[in-house]
């Protein structure tokens, strides 16, 4: 069973500009995460999705970051424009539901000069 | 406010000893509880859960064991093999609210 998939895997950006990180969940799981991880601390939740709808964004800042998961499937989490502070591992994660236990993708580190 | 908690950043353990993990919590709201492993340059691997009905949980040489009393878990793996060697976050949600919290994390490292 292939697991999460995310692209790229490592990204270089000036700040101020944008940038996009794109998951593919296992097949089959409804429930989808994003989450930020920052060097020395553990993976963050910024969004959680129940198919395409977003349920938990409180942890999203919503001035610079969005996402979407159109036909429940796949996910982009956009940043524009990115800061310094945005660098960090984000993280994809995907569940057969909510309540079931989280698999993790590689992540994308994003560098942000 | 660190809700989940990892006080010791790093342990050392020779090849073929236990390896136990600490992890302390504060949200009593918490009632299901995992352990993830990561490698450099990948995602957190799930290891093995505990939930807050049960005080311990095994699975081959990882066990779990959790003191509700005492908002405190850990994680035993014995006998500690070199591919062990990773960084290790305890994880809490709440029923109701499965939104995972981490800890800072751990970085065990086995000597051989």
């Known amino acids: 069973e292939a697991g999460v998939v995310q692209s790229p895997r490592y990204k270089i950006i000036e700040k101020k500009q944008p940038v996009a990180f794109w998951c593919n969940p296992i097949?089959?799981?409804?429930?989808l995460y994003w989450y930020r991880q920052n060097l020395g601390q553990g993976p963050e939740l910024l969004i959680r999705?129940?198919?395409?709808?977003?349920?938990?964004d409180s942890q999203l800042p919503k001035d610079r970051f969005s996402a979407e998961r159109l036909k429940g499937v796949d996910s982009t989490l956009k940043i524009q424009p990115a800061e310094l502070g945005d660098s960090a591992v984000y993280l994809c994660?995907?569940?057969?539901?909510?309540?079931?236990?989280?698999?993790f993708g590689p992540g994308t580190r994003l560098t942000v000069l | 406010d660190q809700q989940v908690k990892q006080n010791s950043p790093s342990l050392s353990v020779q090849e073929g000893r236990i390896s136990i993990l600490n992890c302390d919590y504060t949200?009593?709201?918490?009632?299901?509880f995992l352990w993830y492993k990561k490698y450099p340059a990948e995602g957190p691997t799930f290891l093995i859960s505990i939930s807050s009905i049960k005080d311990k949980n095994e699975d081959g040489r990882f066990t779990v064991f959790l003191n509700k009393s005492a908002k405190h878990l850990s994680l035993h793996i014995v006998p500690s093999q070199p591919g062990d060697s990773a960084v290790y976050f305890c994880?809490?949600?709440?029923?109701?609210?499965?939104?995972?919290?981490f800890g800072t994390g751990t970085r065990l490292t086995i000597i051989p």
């Open positions: 949200n009593s709201m918490f009632d299901y």
């Open positions: 999705y129940e198919n395409e709808e977003a349920v938990d």
């Open positions: 994660a995907s569940s057969l539901d909510r309540a079931d236990t989280q698999y």
């Open positions: 994880a809490a949600s709440a029923t109701g609210n499965e939104k995972l919290t």
């Open positions: 097949s089959g799981h409804n429930t």
